[in-house]
């Protein structure tokens, strides 16, 4: 696959544990990979602002968070969900540094800790931090997170006009919630709280499948180990 939206550049701005927060057991998302997938599900959207962007399995919401960094004009809300509650105020805690307030105390709490250690990686997380904070200027993006199982009567208040989501593949984190969690079973799922407009990004490994034909796929690309898919409703 050739990249088209994420660019070649450097994402270390973005590399958790840095301004984004870190937590062990959790697994995270590479930051240029989700831009491209942002980028191809925004190609085939019919809004290209005021995008509300969901995430049904967003773990400690490290993807969401980079992508509302990186698109920080054109996103309005996001919308986070994972079945361990754990992982939720994991996200919370990541998406917070979307609002200026959120930042702001995080940059207080990289400073602390470069007034007390003097290490060269605190002053390049505070850089980092001055950076994302420049372009959050006049963003309201909001934002919120709750406990869900995808396989159980999702309900949204809102429908999405982008969801990416990546799925438990088994090595760090596995599916739970269902005996047999799988792609089809998350897309019937997901099937009642899109429209026909909802494009949907999902990225799997090489064992999963999709078979579900109430979707349409739009594309399916391959990367390394990854694969994703973008799919709409029949
Ligand atoms: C690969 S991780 C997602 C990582 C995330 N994209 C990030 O950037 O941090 C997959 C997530 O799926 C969640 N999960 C597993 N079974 C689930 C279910 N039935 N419903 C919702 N989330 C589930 C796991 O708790 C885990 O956080």
């Known amino acids: 696959m050739e990249y088209q939206y994420g660019n070649d550049k450097n994402y270390e701005d973005f590399a958790s544990g840095r301004v984004l927060h870190n937590y062990k057991g959790i697994t995270n998302f590479p930051a240029r990979l989700a831009q491209e997938i942002f980028g191809r599900c925004l190609k085939y959207s019919h809004k290209k602002s005021d995008i509300c962007l969901y995430d049904c399995c967003c773990g400690g919401g490290y993807m969401l968070t980079v992508l509302?960094?990186?698109?920080?004009?054109?996103?309005?809300?996001?919308?986070?969900?994972?079945?361990?509650?754990?992982?939720?105020?994991?996200?919370?805690?990541?998406?917070e540094l979307l609002h200026t307030d959120g930042l702001n105390k995080r940059m207080e709490q990289i400073r602390e800790l470069s007034r007390e250690y003097g290490k060269e990686s605190h002053e390049e997380a505070l850089q980092s931090a001055i950076k994302l904070h420049k372009k959050l200027e006049g963003s309201n993006i909001i934002t919120r997170v709750f406990t869900?199982?995808?396989?159980?009567?999702?309900?949204?208040?809102?429908?999405?006009?982008?969801?990416?989501?990546?799925?438990?593949?088994?090595?760090?984190?596995?599916?739970?919630?269902?005996?047999?969690?799988?792609?089809?079973?998350?897309?019937?799922?997901?099937?009642?709280?899109?429209?026909?407009?909802?494009?949907?990004?999902?990225?799997?490994?090489?064992?999963?499948?999709?078979?579900?034909?109430?979707?349409?796929?739009?594309?399916?690309?391959?990367?390394?180990?990854?694969?994703?898919?973008?799919?709409?409703?029949?």
Not at 68 to 91: L, R, T
């Open 68 to 95: 509302g960094f990186m698109n920080v004009q054109i996103i309005s809300e996001i919308i986070g969900s994972d079945i361990n509650p754990d992982a939720v105020y994991k996200a919370q805690n990541n998406l």
């Open 148 to 234: 869900a199982n995808v396989f159980e009567n999702l309900i949204l208040n809102k429908t999405p006009d982008i969801i990416i989501t990546d799925v438990p593949y088994g090595e760090i984190v596995t599916w739970e919630g269902a005996d047999n969690g799988n792609i089809d079973l998350l897309l019937d799922s997901l099937y009642s709280i899109c429209n026909n407009e909802t494009v949907i990004g999902i990225c799997m490994d090489k064992s999963q499948k999709n078979t579900n034909d109430k979707f349409q796929r739009l594309e399916k690309q391959q990367i390394g180990k990854r694969r994703f898919e973008i799919l709409k409703r029949r």
